[in-house]
Nanobody
Framework: QVQLVESGGGSVQAGGSLRLSCAVS????????MAWFRQALGKEREGVAG???????SYADSAKGRFTISKDNAKNTLYLQINSLKPEDTAMYFC????????????????WGQGTQVTVSS
């Protein structure tokens, strides 16, 4: 059974940092593309960053500079480091998995976690 479980969200002040984690089980994690998405209240879910099975990393334009995606294959865990948090980063953050390479389209990802909430106050 495929499971993706996010953690690490919380309420922080602008300028702070958070490290989100996504623990993965139930599939050959290392052969999948793993990605982070986020969804703010009332908005579409948007891609943030992805890391392919070969280690290639991609970021959405909005995530370049402050977001860092990484993974630990030995621990089957995906991470997203977010620095210099801004109020506009407030959203539910999801990890997702698919076979193939990173895509910004949420519709191409069959596996999703339940999300972890990030709230940034000014």
């Amino acid at each position: 059974q495929v499971q993706l479980v996010e953690s690490g969200g919380g309420s922080v002040q602008a300028g702070g940092s958070l490290r989100l984690s996504c623990a993965v089980s139930g599939f050959t994690y290392a052969t999948y593309c793993m990605a982070w998405f986020r969804q703010a209240l009332g908005k579409e879910r948007e891609g943030v960053a992805g890391i392919d099975s070969d280690g290639s990393i991609s970021y959405a334009d909005s995530a370049k500079g402050r977001f860092t995606i990484s993974k630990d294959n030995a621990k089957n865990t995906l991470y997203l480091q977010i620095n210099s948090l801004k109020p506009e980063d407030t959203a539910m953050y999801f990890c997702a998995a698919r076979e193939g390479t990173w895509s910004l389209s949420q519709y191409l990802y069959p596996y999703w976690g339940q999300g972890t909430q990030v709230t940034v106050s000014s």
